[in-house]
């Protein structure tokens, strides 16, 4: 997500400091970039202290693990960048007086007892869970986030982002959607977790940048819902991708994760209000374009 948001700000000819520790991220992904005049890359772990000289305009903070073979293998990284690394950006923030926006996710929500999942739902969190470390670290940042909001007047924004994929996605990220094209394009068994009536939904990246931009430059400072509210089962969609990918695999099932949330769904009313945003592109439209991507890539 952070190549293409690097794109889009380039595009729209800002010039864009771009940091990373490369813990689960590829360079590859913004190779393009590398020598471009407006662009410059920093190595650097957000959990230390960060200093960046001269003028900056705005703050975006989307370091973290989001995987949960990432997660679930860097669990003090992951609880760290979540306090740490958002404390150190609203930091820079706070030091060059710039606007900040936070990438939070939909997992604040949990496994949530209210469906469709609006902003002001508290969420079924457990915090001792092995999804935990990426719930509560979300939780925390949306928390201090607010904190420099109101006690230091730093105009921030916290993007609540629902299940989100599209190109240069990681064959192997574990997430379903590049996990089901990889092994549908390799005609390997579509493997399901439970039986595969968990619900789920996905908005595609170019829908998601436009909405995280919108976010940027509106002048609301509460969590704001991003997703697509097309809901579908985890099963079909896994049927849809083998249908597209004109695959032969067959669909087997696999025990359900601990604390893996039943449902999921965005209440989007407060971005069609506020901002004026909802997503355009299908998922077929989408998954098409993923699809050839993941082809064109393998």
């Given at each position: 997500?952070?190549?293409?948001?690097?794109?889009?700000?380039?595009?729209?000819?800002?010039?864009?400091?771009?940091?990373?520790?490369?813990?689960?991220?590829?360079?590859?992904?913004?190779?393009?970039?590398?020598?471009?005049?407006?662009?410059?890359?920093?190595?650097?772990?957000?959990?230390?202290?960060?200093?960046?000289?001269?003028?900056?305009?705005?703050?975006?903070?989307?370091?973290?693990?989001?995987?949960?073979?990432?997660?679930?293998?860097?669990?003090?990284?992951?609880?760290?960048v979540?306090?740490?690394?958002?404390?150190?950006?609203?930091?820079?923030?706070?030091?060059?007086?710039?606007?900040f926006?936070?990438?939070?996710?939909?997992?604040?929500?949990?496994?949530?007892?209210?469906?469709?999942?609006?902003?002001?739902?508290?969420?079924?969190?457990?915090?001792?869970?092995?999804r935990?470390?990426?719930?509560?670290?979300?939780?925390?940042?949306?928390?201090?986030?607010?904190?420099?909001?109101?006690?230091?007047?730093?105009?921030?924004?916290?993007?609540?982002?629902?299940?989100?994929?599209?190109?240069?996605?990681?064959?192997?990220?574990?997430?379903?959607?590049?996990?089901?094209?990889?092994?549908?394009?390799?005609?390997?068994?579509?493997t399901?977790?439970?039986?595969?009536?968990?619900?789920?939904?996905?908005?595609?990246?170019?829908?998601?940048?436009?909405?995280?931009?919108?976010?940027?430059?509106?002048r609301?400072?509460?969590?704001?819902?991003?997703?697509?509210?097309?809901?579908?089962?985890?099963?079909?969609?896994?049927?849809?991708?083998?249908?597209?990918?004109?695959?032969?695999?067959?669909?087997?099932?696999?025990?359900?994760?601990?604390?893996?949330?039943?449902?999921?769904?965005?209440d989007?009313?407060l971005?069609?209000?506020?901002?004026?945003?909802?997503?355009?592109?299908?998922?077929?439209?989408?998954?098409?374009?993923?699809?050839?991507?993941?082809?064109?890539?393998?």
């Amino acid at each position: 997500m952070g190549s293409h948001l690097c794109d889009a700000l380039i595009d729209e000819g800002n010039f864009v400091i771009c940091m990373d520790s490369l813990l689960t991220g590829s360079l590859k992904n913004i190779k393009h970039l590398l020598k471009h005049k407006n662009f410059r890359f920093v190595k650097h772990d957000v959990t230390k202290y960060i200093s960046i000289k001269g003028k900056i305009d705005y703050v975006l903070h989307f370091a973290s693990p989001a995987s949960p073979l990432d997660y679930l293998k860097y669990p003090i990284k992951t609880l760290k960048v979540g306090a740490l690394g958002t404390h150190n950006a609203l930091g820079v923030a706070k030091a060059k007086k710039a606007k900040f926006l936070l990438a939070s996710t939909s997992e604040v929500y949990g496994d949530p007892l209210v469906h469709p999942q609006k902003e002001n739902y508290w969420g079924n969190v457990n915090p001792i869970g092995p999804r935990g470390v990426y719930d509560e670290a979300k939780r925390f940042a949306e928390a201090i986030t607010m904190a420099y909001c109101r006690s230091h007047a730093i105009d921030a924004k916290t993007a609540r982002i629902f299940n989100t994929y599209g190109e240069k996605m990681r064959h192997h990220d574990g997430r379903a959607i590049p996990a089901f094209i990889s092994q549908a394009l390799r005609n390997r068994p579509i493997t399901v977790f439970g039986k595969g009536t968990q619900t789920r939904s996905f908005c595609y990246i170019e829908d998601m940048i436009d909405g995280i931009l919108k976010l940027m430059n509106s002048r609301l400072n509460q969590p704001v819902n991003l997703g697509n509210p097309s809901e579908l089962s985890v099963l079909s969609l896994a049927e849809t991708i083998k249908k597209i990918a004109h695959s032969r695999s067959k669909i087997t099932h696999r025990p359900l994760p601990v604390n893996d949330p039943k449902v999921r769904q965005p209440d989007i009313s407060l971005a069609r209000k506020k901002l004026g945003w909802s997503p355009r592109v299908s998922l077929k439209e989408g998954l098409q374009r993923t699809i050839g991507w993941f082809k064109a890539a393998s």
